[in-house]
């Protein structure tokens, strides 16, 4: 999972960090963080045939960053990734504008 989200936002340009994000060398002024939940589905002989993964990216950014077109190709990139369309909630503080993308994903369980 982490891998088709990282690819669905790398083109952006920013860092795509799974958990907290610990700057590097260089500091970006843009970046998104993200993780998820797991709920086991589609029960077929005592185990789960999918994971339904409830997934939560965040795209951090200064406040004087203009976020509105951003946020609409955030959502078209995770839609098109096979995600379900996002949902948004806007976190922003006096620190920074932190946008909140939560949307679902599946894969296949790990069950042999």
């Not at 936002?9 to 998104?32: C, H, K, M």
């Not at 993200?34 to 795209?59: K, M, N, W």
Request: proline fraction near 5%; include cysteine; aromatic fraction near 12%.
């Amino acid at each position: 999972m982490n891998a088709i989200i990282m690819a669905a936002l790398e083109s952006f340009g920013d860092p795509v960090v799974f958990g907290e994000y610990a700057p590097g060398n260089a500091d970006a002024e843009r970046y998104y963080t993200f993780g998820y939940s797991t709920i086991p589905a589609d029960h077929s002989d005592d185990s789960p045939g999918h994971e339904r993964y409830l997934v939560q990216i965040c795209l951090n950014c200064p406040r004087s960053f203009n976020s509105l077109q951003r946020v609409a190709e955030t959502k078209k990139a995770l839609f098109s990734a096979g995600f379900t369309w996002p949902s948004v909630v806007n976190a922003s503080d006096e620190e920074g504008q932190r946008i909140v993308f939560e949307c679902e994903g599946v894969s296949a369980s790990d069950i042999d």
